[in-house]
């Protein structure tokens, strides 16, 4: 058998690279200014380089998901895909809207609303990109005979991921319910549907790399995502506590919520058991590596640190702070970065033959970024108390404060350099795999 | 030990009854007798000022209720905070804020010169004007006027 069509998930992922590494030029230029030396201001703002490092965090994201899916659909559905050649027509769209998006956006070419600037005749754009991928996936799955969970979990998430994006593009006059749409799109994605899309490659992965029989890991699978709704939709009241909504939100977003962790906490577990489960030892030890530490790490950031400001009464000094950026960022990195990390690793020998499965470069890289992460987050946590404590309990001035919490932000700079040499070792490596080939592809199969 | 068919009917029943159950919420919410935000206060002025404020991506450094960038001061009492801080000119000095055509620097940290009209600079103040009286259950208090000025600020402002 082979799936020459699952070379396509290359590029997908290739551009993934590409996007990360220009998020995280954004990110410095963020972080400088933070630390008070801002003399990019007049060509790129503040607002301007957040936008851009929220949004290619999204655009990345999603290319490395697509990938996931048109890598993992033909292999779990034993068939090509429908239609390569739209594939690569979805690609190329995705990059130039993306790419519009961004050079929009340092003109003042925006929506304005946080997560979701990309402007409206875009978002049309969009819509229509995704319908294209998921009419591809969709159909694939539909000709095929073989429907496994892993692949119907990974389909699902992407089709609701689609499909909550709308909910953002509904106009309203008051910027409460504006704002209170706004979560049903950023929470119900990255802390529910996104999760589906999570699990569904941490599934494949897992069944790839351990051995451990299909029916026990796909199993686990529904537990796992039938906890993350079940905390998760209700947890997005965690964003309607303070925003101008009824106090119902403090209890329920307060349960619901502090439930959250338990979805990451059986994520963790569940892809540790399946590790030391599997009889099966693949070779691809980096593959390894990033598919357990997406699983620990999202447990970590999502999990526990979401934890930490997620009750309504540390909530209440915390929202709108620093604290947050903490949480987002090892959330991030944790739960979507490294699993989309994660699917490359494997998929990569697979698709070019070169089977650089262990190498120093590639081991450094995983360290490096995760050391670093962690150290951000540290740095973040560290200015974000200091600011809810200065800030909102002290009273003192909002800007007094910045000055005084700049010295994190240097902290931060010095190991987000860590983080970045990781980063640009995964892309040597990811360079030194070359391009894929079909016979890499026969081999494998 | 829990079968497939069990682990499924547990995500697909538990994802199906909190969705109901958000949805009702979410219903319950926005209805009008359980209205926080002073709704009918919404006038042209305000709606025109939401967009001036997402057109320019004014969230993207500041926050409002809480959302937004975190490298600008929070702006959801912005207009009784700096009416407290110059003495009753708070409205004012928005406008001017807005208005400025040069390089604006409050406090040593840039802000982008937007060179408003008169006309739109008082638009975002309405906008500023019914956000503040929103009932944000306590958090309204948590970022309102009982702010302490330190000495150091209040020199640098009478300068």
Same mark, same amino acid.
């Given at each position: 058998?082979?799936? &020459? ?44 380089? +957040? ?21 993992? *659909? ?22 130039? =809207?993306?790419?519009?998006? *961004? ?143 009824? &106090? ?21 577990? %569940?892809? =540790? ?7 099966? +030892? ?24 979401? %934890? ?66 962690? $150290? ?19 009273? *003192? ?5 910045? &000055?005084?919490? @700049? ?22 490596? %990811? ?7 079909? @016979? ?6 | ?40 206060? *919404? ?6 000022? +939401? @967009? ?5 991506? #004014?969230?993207? #450094? ?25 003495? $009753? ?30 006309? @739109?600079?008082?638009?975002? =103040? ?34």
């Amino acid at each position: 058998m082979k799936y &020459k069509s699952q070379k396509v998930a290359y590029w997908f992922f290739a551009l993934s690279m590409l996007l990360f590494g220009l998020q995280i030029v954004y990110g410095f230029i963020m972080g400088f200014a933070h630390a008070g030396y801002d003399g990019l201001h007049e060509i790129i703002p503040f607002n301007t380089a +957040k936008a851009v490092h929220l949004n290619l965090l999204v655009v990345w994201l999603l290319s490395g998901f697509m990938g996931a899916a048109y890598y993992i *659909i033909p292999e779990e559905s034993q068939r090509e895909l429908v239609s390569v050649k739209l594939a690569y027509v979805q690609l190329i769209s995705l990059a130039l =809207v993306g790419v519009a998006a *961004i050079i929009g956006f340092h003109f003042n070419i925006w929506e304005g609303r946080k997560f979701l600037e990309i402007p409206r005749g875009l978002d049309y754009l969009v819509v229509v990109n995704v319908l294209l991928f998921l009419g591809i996936i969709l159909l694939t799955l539909f000709k095929s005979k073989r429907r496994t969970t892993t692949s119907l979990v990974l389909s699902m998430g992407l089709l609701f991921a689609a499909l909550l994006y709308l909910p953002g593009m509904l106009p309203f006059d008051s910027q409460v319910t504006d704002s209170f749409f706004r979560w049903w799109v950023v929470h119900l994605w990255v802390e529910g549907v996104w999760e589906l899309i999570m699990g569904g490659i941490l599934s494949f992965l897992l069944i790839k790399l351990t051995g451990v029989d299909r029916e026990v890991i796909e199993k686990w699978l529904y537990v796992i995502v039938g906890l993350t709704f079940l905390s998760g939709v209700l947890g997005t009241g965690h964003h309607y506590y303070y925003i101008g909504v009824n &106090k119902i939100w403090l209890v329920v977003g307060g349960i619901f919520s502090a439930l959250e962790p338990l979805a990451f906490l059986a994520m963790a577990l %569940f892809a =540790v058991n399946m590790y030391r489960k599997g009889e099966k +030892k693949h070779p691809n030890k980096l593959a390894l590596y990033w598919t357990l530490g997406a699983a620990i790490v999202s447990f970590v950031g999502a999990g526990l640190l979401g %934890f930490a400001h997620t009750l309504p009464q540390t909530n209440l000094y915390t929202h709108g702070t620093l604290v947050t950026a903490m949480h987002g960022h090892l959330a991030f990195w944790g739960a979507y970065a490294m699993i989309v990390l994660a699917i490359i690793s494997y998929s990569l020998p697979n698709m070019t033959g070169r089977k650089l499965y262990d190498s120093t470069i590639g081991r450094m890289a995983f360290w490096f970024s995760n050391i670093g992460m962690i $150290g951000m987050t540290v740095a973040f946590g560290v200015a974000g108390v200091a600011q809810v404590y200065l800030e909102r309990i002290m009273k *003192i001035d909002f800007m007094e404060v910045q &000055k005084l919490t @700049e010295v994190h932000f240097m902290v931060l700079i010095v190991c987000a350099t860590l983080f970045t040499t990781g980063v640009i070792l995964y892309m040597i490596d %990811f360079y030194k795999h070359g391009t894929p080939t079909d @016979e890499a592809l026969e081999i494998h199969n | 030990m829990l079968s497939k068919k069990q682990a499924r009917a547990f995500f697909l029943g538990g994802t199906l009854v909190t969705f109901l159950i958000f949805i009702g919420l979410t219903i319950f919410s926005l209805s009008k007798d359980v209205d926080q935000t002073n709704h009918e206060n *919404i006038t042209p002025a305000v709606v025109r000022g +939401k @967009e001036i404020w997402e057109t320019n991506n #004014c969230m993207g #450094c500041h926050t409002i209720l809480g959302e937004g960038g975190y490298y600008a001061p929070e702006l959801t009492k912005v207009i009784d905070r700096l009416n407290l801080k110059y003495n $009753g000119q708070g409205e004012q000095v928005i406008k001017s804020i807005l208005m400025s055509e040069g390089p604006w620097q409050p406090n040593g940290r840039k802000m982008v010169a937007y060179g408003m009209t008169e006309a @739109e600079a008082s638009d975002v =103040v309405a906008f500023f004007k019914w956000i503040g009286e929103i009932d944000l259950n306590g958090f309204g208090d948590v970022v309102g006027v009982d702010r302490k000025i330190s000495p150091l600020a209040k020199d640098k402002n009478n300068k």
